[in-house]
């Protein structure tokens, strides 16, 4: 699996994106940033847009990414939770803020929902796809994303409380955010997001539970605050014997 951090941050600028990753070129997690990834040509190529949970950052792309690719006469499969297709649906396709792509062009929308359900797993061209409810201020799910001997999973938002989540998985690589530095760990409780002293916690259960650790890679920080995020988790990473790596944007790996 050929693995495409597009947005690896919780805020945008000229220099960083909001939440997307890319899976050989034909999945991709989140839509925060995938338009201004993503050539028309390569949109083109997605076979599917899984969406974790409703918060903007994790949706936004879709309406712009519809319109594109209705212009190339293409349409496009979105893969979410009940209640984040009708947050979609009510809010942002609706036909008062833009195009409703769900049911336009009549007869041949350029959107088609597939509706997923909890620890259902589902096949999606040559991947099999778990989501797992994480835990979020938002109902919210992580994917479990297998194909052939390689998995891995992607949490999207979650704050503290993930052991039932580790208890239904096992990937080789885990991507985890980790949004605010450890200052920050009553805001992370309150707003369901973690901190590296956060993720410490989590990553121990995981071991405890599953007897190793994957392959850990950080997405969804707070760009002002990405340094201080950095040192402590050199230090969570060294407490635990075991790299932890900041993603960023444009960043690829092979699993
Ligand atoms: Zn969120
Ligand atoms: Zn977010």
């Given at each position: 699996m050929k693995i495409k951090f597009l947005g690896a941050h919780n805020s945008e600028s000229s220099t960083v994106r909001l939440a997307s990753i890319l899976i050989d070129n034909v999945l991709a997690l989140d839509a925060g940033s995938l338009t201004r990834s993503l050539s028309f040509t390569a949109q083109q190529k997605l076979e599917a847009v899984l969406l974790t949970h409703q918060h903007y950052d994790h949706i936004r792309d879709i309406p712009v990414m519809a319109m594109n690719l209705f212009l190339h006469e293409t349409a496009i499969n979105i893969y979410a939770t009940t209640e984040v297709c009708a947050m979609l649906a009510d809010?942002?396709?609706?036909?008062?803020?833009?195009?409703?792509?769900?049911?336009?062009?009549?007869?041949?929308?350029?959107i088609v929902f597939n509706l997923m359900e909890p620890l259902k797993t589902i096949q999606i061209g040559d991947y099999k796809v778990t989501p797992v409810p994480v835990s979020h201020s938002v109902p919210a799910v992580g994917f479990q994303i297998t194909s052939g001997d390689k998995t891995l999973f992607y949490t999207g938002d979650t704050g503290p409380g993930l052991a039932k989540c580790w208890q239904m998985i096992s990937p080789k690589l885990l991507i985890i955010e980790t949004t605010a530095?450890?200052?920050?760990e009553d805001f992370g409780r309150k707003s369901s997001h973690l901190t590296p002293s956060l993720l410490k916690e989590e990553l121990l259960s995981f071991r405890q539970i599953k007897g190793y650790l994957p392959q850990i890679y950080l997405v969804h920080m707070n760009p002002r605050q990405e340094k201080e995020i950095a040192a402590e988790i050199a230090a969570v990473s060294s407490d635990l014997g075991h790299p932890i790596t900041l993603a960023h944007e444009g960043l690829q790996i092979n699993l």
């Open positions: 809010h942002l396709l609706n036909h008062e803020l833009y195009r409703n792509f769900l049911e336009w062009p009549q007869g041949n929308p350029t530095p450890n200052r920050y």
